[in-house]
């Protein structure tokens, strides 16, 4: 058995083995793709994610990776078939992590069947976070957007966006930041001002693999909740993404701990696709691998 970094040659066999792991959801490990072709593109792309190989001769099989993201590392594996997992899992972790260092922690999301994942995750010394559940609107139940529709972000709602942010999303890493940004053409912030305040925005992003476009994040102030806003900016956000970008779906995901969201996604039209769990583990600052 022998471990190494990812060679070009490799790809093809490493986007099979990905596929073949992530049709059965005992082995998926989800956002790391589910169509062979999807994969090896996102595999070949200049920031792909950082992947280490098991062969047991010429026989590829297993496969880890991982992208880094403001200093964490969302794990991607590990892919192994046909061989001893917990054996060629490890193997393939410690061969990952020597490649990436410098990172506060890692996060891995494993589909909720996959009970081998997560038992070589919290052998790691990962913990266990929340069920979460994945939507997804095919391109073919866009609704009509009823009402006037959200308009796109401008500089001048940017500290109105920040104050509801850290309202709605306190508890979170995930930023804002980067979809402020109006040089990025795989994003876009759309948002709702009343009498010069910020009191609703949607935040979305075009991906490769899968191919779809993506809800990363949606905020609606308390004061006008339940008059339509979240559908509306779903629906401007969802529009976006497949009728200008081309995306044949969208997607998001929904947290146990924000399950009240759920009926505004069922009636937007979207249905649920899979449900995961998250893994994390976290270094102290000074002591970062």
Same mark, same amino acid.
């Given at each position: /058995?022998?471990?190494?970094?990812?060679?070009? =040659?490799? %790809?093809?066999? $490493?986007?099979?083995? #990905?596929?073949?792991?992530? =049709?059965?959801?005992? @082995?998926? *490990?989800?956002?790391?793709?589910?169509?062979? +072709? +999807?994969i090896e593109a996102a595999l070949r792309k200049q920031t792909a994610p950082c992947y280490v190989v098991v062969r047991e001769g010429r026989?590829?099989?297993?496969? /880890?990776g991982c992208e880094v993201e403001e200093e964490r590392g969302y794990l991607q594996g590990p892919f192994v078939d046909g061989a001893d997992f917990d054996a060629v899992a490890d193997a393939l972790w410690s061969a990952l992590q020597m490649q990436i260092a410098s990172l506060t922690g890692w996060e891995a999301f494993l589909h909720v069947r996959n009970e081998r994942g997560a038992a070589f995750y919290l052998r790691q010394g990962f913990r266990r976070g929340q069920t979460a559940q994945i939507? $997804?609107?095919?391109?073919?139940? %866009?609704?009509?957007? +009823?009402?006037?529709?959200?308009? !796109?972000? &401008?500089?001048? *709602?940017?500290?109105? $966006?920040?104050?509801?942010? +850290?309202?709605?999303?306190?508890?979170?890493?995930?930023? #804002?930041?980067?979809? /402020?940004?109006?040089?990025?053409? &795989?994003? *876009?912030?759309?948002?709702? $001002?009343?009498?010069g305040r910020c009191v609703g925005y949607v935040a979305a992003s075009v991906n490769d693999n899968p191919r779809e476009g993506s809800i990363d994040l949606l905020a609606v102030d308390a004061s006008?909740?339940?008059?339509?806003?979240?559908? !509306?900016?779903?629906?401007?956000?969802?529009?976006? %993404?497949? !009728?200008?970008?081309? /995306?044949?779906?969208?997607?998001? @995901?929904?947290?146990?701990?924000?399950?009240?969201a759920r009926g505004l996604y069922q009636r937007s039209g979207f249905r649920l696709l899979h449900t995961g769990v998250g893994y994390a583990r976290e270094f102290p600052t000074n002591k970062r691998r």
């Open positions: /058995m022998s471990v190494t970094p990812i060679h070009p =040659a490799d %790809l093809s066999d $490493v986007a099979r083995l #990905i596929a073949k792991q992530n =049709a059965n959801p005992e @082995t998926q *490990c989800l956002y790391s793709g589910e169509r062979a +072709e +999807e026989t590829l099989i297993g496969a /880890m939507y $997804v609107l095919p391109a073919s139940a %866009l609704q009509p957007i +009823e009402g006037e529709p959200a308009r !796109r972000f &401008t500089p001048e *709602c940017a500290a109105g $966006v920040r104050a509801l942010h +850290e309202l709605a999303f306190a508890d979170s890493p995930d930023s #804002i930041e980067p979809f /402020m940004n109006g040089d990025d053409e &795989t994003r *876009c912030l759309f948002v709702y $001002v009343d009498k006008v909740r339940n008059r339509g806003y979240g559908r !509306r900016l779903l629906l401007t956000a969802a529009h976006w %993404l497949i !009728r200008e970008r081309g /995306m044949p779906q969208v997607g998001l @995901t929904v947290r146990d701990m924000r399950a009240d």
